[in-house]
């Protein structure tokens, strides 16, 4: 682990893992049917591998309190190669590009220290609460997606992609029918749990409205692990492409 405090550089291939086939458009023939040339490397993953800038200059600083707000602004494909780059980055905040042949195509704004994201409300439709321990597949999501960063193997804590990743089982289990794409993410960490926690979390509808990409909605997303809260979420996600809506 770097006892650096500033962000620096990293890069990685993009890949999307096997668990997400459920989800057509991270599938070659589900993305050609929805417009695209190939297979779209899933949000969650873009946003594991901006993690590991944050999370190598910051460690268990920006783990248990920090914060970030990533959109996605264009789509990342299977094996392109990703470098991921800090812009205008300071000791305690900054901001992470994802560039691919020098074109940014995500971004991340990372804080140390981070805020409560302004959406979260805990108003709205409520969805059904998930519960679960957090079994190897869980505990091994980056490592096999690319980001091999000590901390979370040698102190046998989750990566922050776990948080996300429930946000996204909430649209996926019970929100969308068909393909969907994840677009933004704005979100607080409470804290780390180890691997083999039992993870509960609770979600509410904020708002759902239509774009020209599509019909969207947003979730509250509140997460703990053993009892403790670890993060919460302002999740938006286009849950119908516009092809589909009204076919």
Do not use: K
């Not at 042949?101 to 140390?112: D, F, L």
């Not at 981070?114 to 409300?121: A, L």
């Not at 321990?133 to 980056?142: G, H, I, L």
């Not at 193997?153 to 019970?174: C, K, Y």
């Amino acid at each position: 682990m770097s006892d650096a405090t500033e962000l620096a550089a990293w890069s990685a291939p993009a890949v999307n893992l096997p668990e997400h086939a459920d989800n057509a458009i991270h599938t070659d023939a589900g993305a050609r049917a929805a417009g695209f040339p190939s297979a779209l490397v899933a949000g969650v993953t873009v946003y594991a591998y901006m993690t590991h800038v944050p999370a190598a200059a910051w460690g268990p600083d920006w783990l248990r309190g920090g914060g970030a707000h990533v959109r996605f602004r264009s789509p990342i494909f299977d094996h392109d190669l990703v470098n991921y780059v800090p812009t205008a980055a300071g000791r305690n905040s900054g901001t992470v590009e994802a560039q691919v042949g020098g074109v940014t195509r995500s971004a991340c704004t990372v804080a140390r220290v981070g805020s409560p994201p302004e959406r979260c409300t805990g108003v709205g439709e409520q969805l059904v609460p998930i519960e679960f321990v957090a079994d190897e597949s869980w505990a091994t999501y980056a490592t096999r997606a690319g980001d091999d960063l000590p901390i979370y193997s040698d102190d046998q804590i989750l990566h922050p992609v776990t948080w996300m990743r429930i946000a996204n089982q909430f649209f996926h289990e019970q929100i969308v029918t068909g393909s969907w794409i994840h677009v933004r993410s704005h979100l607080l960490h409470h804290g780390v749990a180890r691997f083999g926690a039992t993870l509960e979390a609770t979600a509410v509808v904020v708002d759902r409205f239509d774009s020209r990409a599509g019909e969207r909605a947003i979730l509250d997303v509140r997460i703990s692990a053993d009892g403790q809260p670890v993060a919460t979420y302002e999740h938006e996600a286009i849950v119908q492409l516009a092809e589909d809506v009204g076919g």
